[in-house]
C-alpha cells in the first residue's frame, strides 16, 4: 500500500495555495492541486452538500471533487474550531467520499497547527529530514507574510492613484513572482520589488481617501472569487480598505507564538471588543467586532461586514456591529454570501455603498 | 440583602427547556422573586421576528420575543451564557453570544441581566457562575449556593417518567427547545395522538442513557445538544416498538445541518425505519406540515400492513 505515492490536495483559500504548493513541492509530494474555483466548482459542491450548510462547507467540497476527479487520492483540509462548523465539516465529507473508496483524509487540528503540519509532512515526505520540513514551513510562512505586505500594500496605494488598475495588474503578476520563489533571499527581494513598483505609481499623495474597515468571516474574506474581488473594487472607487485578516499573520501567530505562549488572539480582542461583545462566540465573530470598534474609535469612514449566509458567529457579531455603527454613525454594509448570490447584485450593492462613504467624505 | 425590587424573569425558551426547573428552583430557594415568560404564541414570535438579525434561527428569534414580553415587569432578565457542560461537549455559538445579543438588542445596561458565565465545567467556574449571579441580584453567596446546590439535587433527581406502555409508538426527535415549545410541535402531536400512538421524545429518556448512546459518535460530535439528538436516534432506531421518527430542526440551525445528515447516514438509513426530517421556520402554515406528518404515518401503516 505504501509503495503506492499519495496524491495530495487541499481545498482553495485566497492565496494560500501559493506557499502551500510551494512546501509540498520542494519537500517532493506529489501534489494534484484542484483546478481554480470557478462556476463549476460551486456548483458541483453545492449539488453535493446538505442545503442548509454555509458557504465555505459547498467551496471545499467542490474543489475535492474536481481534484479527486483528476487522481487525487489524499484529501488535506482543517479542523477544530470549536463552536463553529468548521470542526464537523470533515465528519460529513467523508460520507460523501466513502462510496469512492481510494480517499483518505489528513486532519490538521487548527489548535495544534504547527505539531500537525509538521506530522503530515513528515509521512508525506519520509525522505526529507527534520530540518528540512522545517525550513519549508519556516518559508512558506515567510512567503504567506510576503503577500499580506503586498496585499496591504496594494490596498494602500490603490487608493491612491489614478491608475488602480494598473497595482493591481502589478501586484498580481508579483503573487505570481512568488509562487517561484525557493529561498528566503528571493522572497524578500520580490516582496520589496513589487511594494516598491506599486509605491511608485501612488500619483495622489496628497490628500487622505475615505477608509473603510473589512471584518467577516476568514475564508470569504480571503477567497476573491466568493467575495467578488471587493478590495479591487473599493481601491478601484478610491477607497481605502484596512482587514484584519490576514492567513500569513493567522498562521505565523497560531503556530510559533502560540506554541511559545506569547499571544492569544481571544484574550487581545476580548479587551478591544468590550462593551459591544463581552464574551468568546467561535469562529472569528469577536475578531469582527474588536477590529470594528477599534477602527469606529480611530475614525474610519465605514464598515464592511461580509460572511457566509448562516454563519453561526458572524450573526451574533452582527447585533454588535448595529450598535457600533449607530454609536459612532459610521455606514455599514452587510453583505451575506451564498451560492445564488450572483456577482451584480453585490457588485451593486458595493458601488452605492462606496458613493455613499465618499459623500459623506467630502462633507 | 436582596434589594427589594429584585424581580427575576426567565425567558422560556432555548435551554430552559432543558435547566429550567434548576433556574426556577434556585431562585426560588434564595426567596427572590421570579417569574417566567408566558408560553411562546404567535405575538412572541412577531416581535422576536422584528427583533432579530435576518438570518439567526428560530429559537433565537423566539428567545429574544420572550425577553422582550419580560422587559416591562421585571428588573433584572436571567441569561446564562453556556458553553461547555459536559467536559467533552460544546455548545453552538448561539449560546456563547446569547448575552451579548440580547444586551445588543435591547440595549440593556450590564446591570440588567443577569449573566453567569459557564465557560468550562469545572468547580471552580461552577462557584464563580453562582458567586457572579448572587452578586448581580444581591443576595449573599452563602446562602445562594445552598440553594443551588438544593435545587441542583432535585434537578437531577428528576428522572422523566417513562412514556405509556404502547406496541404503537412513533419517535420525535429534536432539540429540546422545538419539541417542549407547543406553539410548534402541537400540530404534529395532535396528529399523531389523533391516529392512536404514543409519542416518545428525547425528554422521555434518563439523559445519562442518551449521552452514553452518543458515545460511539463521540470524536466527531462535539456539540452537546447535538449529541443527545444523535444519541436518541440510535436508541430509539433499536427499539422494536417504535415504528418510525420524525425529525424535527429548525432553518438555519447550524449543527444541525451538518448533524442531520451525518445521522441519517449513520443510523436512519442503516435502522430500516421509516423516518423523516421536518424543517421549521418562521413562515410556516401548518398545513404544509400537516400534510407531509400525514404522508410518513401513511408511510409507516402501509409498512405495518406488509
Same mark, same amino acid.
Given at each position: 500500500?505504501?509503495?503506492?505515492?499519495?496524491?495530495?490536495?487541499?481545498?482553495?483559500?485566497?492565496?494560500?495555495?501559493?506557499?502551500?504548493?510551494?512546501?509540498?513541492?520542494?519537500?517532493?509530494? %506529489?501534489?494534484? %492541486?484542484?483546478?481554480?474555483?470557478?462556476?463549476?466548482?460551486?456548483?458541483?459542491?453545492?449539488?453535493?452538500?446538505?442545503?442548509?450548510?454555509?458557504?465555505?462547507?459547498?467551496? !471545499?467540497?467542490?474543489?475535492?471533487?474536481?481534484?479527486?476527479?483528476?487522481?487525487?487520492?489524499?484529501?488535506?483540509?482543517?479542523?477544530?474550531?470549536?463552536?463553529?462548523?468548521?470542526?464537523?465539516?470533515?465528519?460529513?465529507?467523508?460520507?460523501?467520499?466513502?462510496?469512492?473508496?481510494?480517499?483518505?483524509?489528513?486532519?490538521?487540528?487548527?489548535?495544534?497547527?504547527?505539531?500537525?503540519?509538521?506530522?503530515?509532512?513528515?509521512?508525506?515526505?519520509?525522505?526529507?529530514?527534520?530540518?528540512?520540513?522545517?525550513?519549508?514551513?519556516?518559508?512558506?510562512?515567510?512567503?504567506?507574510?510576503?503577500?499580506?505586505?503586498?496585499?496591504?500594500?496594494?490596498?494602500?496605494?490603490?487608493?491612491?492613484?489614478?491608475?488602480?488598475?494598473?497595482?493591481?495588474?502589478?501586484?498580481?503578476?508579483?503573487?505570481?513572482?512568488?509562487?517561484?520563489?525557493?529561498?528566503?533571499?528571493?522572497?524578500?527581494?520580490?516582496?520589496?520589488?513589487?511594494?516598491?513598483?506599486?509605491?511608485?505609481?501612488? !500619483?495622489? !499623495?496628497?490628500?487622505?481617501?475615505?477608509?473603510?474597515?473589512?471584518?467577516?468571516?476568514?475564508?470569504?474574506?480571503?477567497?476573491?472569487?466568493?467575495?467578488?474581488?471587493?478590495?479591487?473594487?473599493?481601491?478601484?472607487?478610491?477607497?481605502?480598505?484596512?482587514?484584519?485578516?490576514?492567513?500569513?499573520?493567522?498562521?505565523?501567530?497560531?503556530?510559533?507564538?502560540?506554541?511559545?505562549?506569547?499571544?492569544?488572539?481571544?484574550?487581545?480582542?476580548?479587551?478591544?471588543?468590550?462593551?459591544?461583545?463581552?464574551?468568546?462566540?467561535?469562529?472569528?465573530?469577536?475578531?469582527?467586532?474588536?477590529?470594528?470598534?477599534?477602527?469606529?474609535?480611530?475614525?474610519?469612514?465605514?464598515?464592511?461586514?461580509?460572511?457566509?449566509?448562516?454563519?453561526?458567529?458572524?450573526?451574533?457579531?452582527?447585533?454588535?456591529?448595529?450598535?457600533?455603527?449607530?454609536?459612532?454613525?459610521?455606514?455599514?454594509?452587510?453583505?451575506?454570501?451564498?451560492?445564488?448570490?450572483?456577482?451584480?447584485?453585490?457588485?451593486?450593492?458595493?458601488?452605492?455603498?462606496?458613493?455613499?462613504?465618499?459623500?459623506?467624505?467630502?462633507? | 440583602?436582596?434589594?427589594?425590587?429584585?424581580?427575576?424573569?426567565?425567558?422560556?425558551?432555548?435551554?430552559?427547556?432543558?435547566?429550567?426547573?434548576? =433556574?426556577?428552583?434556585?431562585?426560588?430557594?434564595?426567596?427572590?422573586?421570579?417569574?417566567?415568560?408566558?408560553?411562546?404564541?404567535?405575538?412572541?414570535?412577531?416581535?422576536?421576528?422584528?427583533?432579530?438579525?435576518?438570518?439567526?434561527?428560530?429559537?433565537?428569534?423566539?428567545?429574544?420575543?420572550?425577553?422582550?414580553?419580560?422587559?416591562?415587569?421585571?428588573?433584572?432578565?436571567?441569561?446564562?451564557?453556556?458553553?461547555?457542560?459536559?467536559? !467533552?461537549?460544546?455548545?453552538?455559538?448561539?449560546?456563547?453570544?446569547?448575552?451579548?445579543?440580547?444586551?445588543?438588542?435591547?440595549?440593556?445596561?450590564?446591570?440588567?441581566?443577569?449573566?453567569?458565565?459557564?465557560?468550562?465545567?469545572?468547580?471552580?467556574?461552577?462557584?464563580?457562575?453562582?458567586?457572579?449571579?448572587?452578586?448581580?441580584?444581591?443576595?449573599?453567596?452563602?446562602?445562594?449556593?445552598?440553594?443551588?446546590?438544593?435545587?441542583?439535587?432535585? =434537578?437531577?433527581?428528576?428522572?422523566?417518567?417513562?412514556?405509556?406502555?404502547?406496541?404503537?409508538?412513533?419517535?420525535?426527535?429534536?432539540?429540546?427547545?422545538?419539541?417542549?415549545?407547543?406553539?410548534?410541535?402541537?400540530?404534529?402531536?395532535?396528529?399523531?395522538?389523533?391516529?392512536?400512538?404514543?409519542?416518545?421524545?428525547?425528554?422521555?429518556?434518563?439523559?445519562?442513557?442518551?449521552?452514553?448512546?452518543?458515545?460511539?459518535? %463521540?470524536?466527531?460530535?462535539?456539540?452537546?445538544?447535538?449529541?443527545?439528538?444523535?444519541?436518541?436516534?440510535?436508541?430509539?432506531?433499536?427499539?422494536?416498538?417504535?415504528?418510525?421518527?420524525?425529525?424535527?430542526?429548525?432553518?438555519?440551525?447550524?449543527?444541525?445541518?451538518?448533524?442531520?445528515?451525518?445521522?441519517?447516514?449513520?443510523?436512519?438509513?442503516?435502522?430500516?425505519?421509516?423516518?423523516?426530517?421536518?424543517?421549521?421556520?418562521?413562515?410556516?402554515?401548518?398545513?404544509?406540515?400537516?400534510?407531509?406528518?400525514?404522508?410518513? =404515518?401513511?408511510?409507516?401503516?402501509?409498512?405495518?400492513?406488509?
Amino acid at each position: 500500500m505504501e509503495a503506492e505515492i499519495l496524491k495530495v490536495t487541499y481545498p482553495h483559500m485566497g492565496y494560500l495555495n501559493i506557499p502551500v504548493l510551494s512546501m509540498l513541492n520542494n519537500l517532493g509530494v %506529489e501534489v494534484i %492541486e484542484a483546478p481554480p474555483i470557478s462556476k463549476k466548482t460551486l456548483e458541483l459542491g453545492s449539488l453535493y452538500s446538505p442545503e442548509g450548510v454555509c458557504l465555505p462547507y459547498k467551496m !471545499n467540497m467542490g474543489n475535492f471533487i474536481e481534484s479527486i476527479d483528476q487522481g487525487a487520492d489524499t484529501l488535506v483540509s482543517i479542523c477544530g474550531a470549536g463552536k463553529c462548523r468548521m470542526g464537523f465539516y470533515n465528519a460529513v465529507q467523508k460520507i460523501h467520499f466513502k462510496e469512492k473508496e481510494q480517499v483518505q483524509f489528513y486532519m490538521l487540528d487548527t489548535n495544534h497547527l504547527f505539531s500537525d503540519l509538521y506530522r503530515f509532512l513528515r509521512t508525506m515526505a519520509p525522505q526529507a529530514s527534520r530540518l528540512v520540513v522545517l525550513k519549508n514551513i519556516a518559508m512558506a510562512i515567510k512567503l504567506l507574510k510576503a503577500l499580506d505586505a503586498m496585499n496591504e500594500a496594494k490596498n494602500f496605494y490603490g487608493a491612491r492613484t489614478n491608475s488602480p488598475e494598473q497595482i493591481i495588474k502589478i501586484y498580481r503578476g508579483g503573487s505570481q513572482e512568488l509562487a517561484k520563489c525557493i529561498d528566503f533571499k528571493k522572497i524578500n527581494s520580490t516582496r520589496d520589488t513589487t511594494i516598491n513598483l506599486i509605491g511608485a505609481l501612488c !500619483n495622489n !499623495n496628497h490628500r487622505q481617501p475615505p477608509k473603510v474597515v473589512l471584518i467577516g468571516e476568514f475564508y470569504v474574506l480571503l477567497e476573491p472569487y466568493v467575495n467578488h474581488s471587493i478590495e479591487d473594487l473599493l481601491i478601484k472607487q478610491g477607497i481605502e480598505v484596512k482587514k484584519f485578516v490576514y492567513t500569513g499573520n493567522w498562521v505565523y501567530s497560531n503556530t510559533l507564538l502560540q506554541g511559545l505562549g506569547l499571544y492569544r488572539e481571544e484574550k487581545a480582542y476580548l479587551d478591544k471588543a468590550k462593551p459591544y461583545l463581552n464574551y468568546h462566540v467561535g469562529g472569528d465573530g469577536l475578531k469582527s467586532v474588536g477590529s470594528a470598534l477599534q477602527c469606529a474609535r480611530e475614525g474610519y469612514d465605514g464598515i464592511i461586514h461580509i460572511y457566509p449566509f448562516g454563519c453561526m458567529p458572524e450573526v451574533v457579531a452582527q447585533s454588535a456591529l448595529k450598535n457600533i455603527a449607530s454609536d459612532y454613525k459610521l455606514p455599514l454594509l452587510t453583505l451575506s454570501i451564498d451560492e445564488h448570490s450572483s456577482d451584480v447584485g453585490i457588485v451593486t450593492r458595493i458601488e452605492a455603498f462606496a458613493d455613499c462613504i465618499k459623500r459623506k467624505y467630502q462633507r | 440583602m436582596i434589594n427589594v425590587h429584585v424581580h427575576v424573569g426567565i425567558p422560556r425558551a432555548m435551554l430552559y427547556h432543558e435547566f429550567g426547573s434548576l =433556574w426556577t428552583n434556585f431562585f426560588r430557594n434564595a426567596g427572590v422573586p421570579v417569574s417566567l415568560s408566558g408560553e411562546t404564541n404567535k405575538q412572541i414570535l412577531g416581535r422576536g421576528t422584528l427583533l432579530g438579525v435576518d438570518e439567526s434561527c428560530l429559537p433565537l428569534k423566539v428567545y429574544l420575543g420572550h425577553v422582550d414580553s419580560l422587559l416591562s415587569r421585571c428588573s433584572h432578565i436571567f441569561v446564562p451564557r453556556i458553553c461547555q457542560y459536559h467536559r !467533552n461537549f460544546h455548545f453552538c455559538a448561539k449560546f456563547a453570544g446569547l448575552p451579548d445579543v440580547v444586551r445588543n438588542t435591547f440595549r440593556l445596561s450590564p446591570e440588567q441581566i443577569i449573566v453567569p458565565n459557564v465557560e468550562y465545567n469545572s468547580p471552580v467556574n461552577q462557584l464563580q457562575s453562582i458567586y457572579n449571579t448572587c452578586q448581580s441580584i444581591g443576595l449573599p453567596a452563602i446562602p445562594g449556593y445552598l440553594a443551588y446546590r438544593q435545587a441542583l439535587k432535585s =434537578w437531577k433527581a428528576d428522572v422523566p417518567g417513562n412514556s405509556k406502555p404502547s406496541n404503537r409508538k412513533i419517535a420525535v426527535i429534536g432539540h429540546s427547545y422545538l419539541l417542549n415549545d407547543n406553539f410548534f410541535c402541537h400540530d404534529i402531536l395532535k396528529f399523531l395522538a389523533s391516529r392512536g400512538v404514543n409519542v416518545v421524545t428525547p425528554n422521555h429518556v434518563a439523559r445519562k442513557v442518551l449521552y452514553d448512546e452518543a458515545k460511539i459518535f %463521540e470524536p466527531d460530535i462535539y456539540w452537546q445538544l447535538s449529541a443527545k439528538i444523535a444519541g436518541a436516534a440510535s436508541f430509539f432506531s433499536r427499539q422494536s416498538d417504535i415504528l418510525g421518527i420524525i425529525m424535527i430542526s429548525s432553518f438555519c440551525c447550524g449543527p444541525d445541518s451538518l448533524v442531520n445528515e451525518y445521522l441519517e447516514h449513520h443510523v436512519l438509513k442503516k435502522s430500516d425505519k421509516p423516518y423523516i426530517i421536518i424543517n421549521i421556520d418562521e413562515h410556516m402554515g401548518n398545513a404544509g406540515l400537516i400534510t407531509r406528518v400525514e404522508a410518513f =404515518w401513511d408511510l409507516v401503516e402501509w409498512r405495518q400492513k406488509s
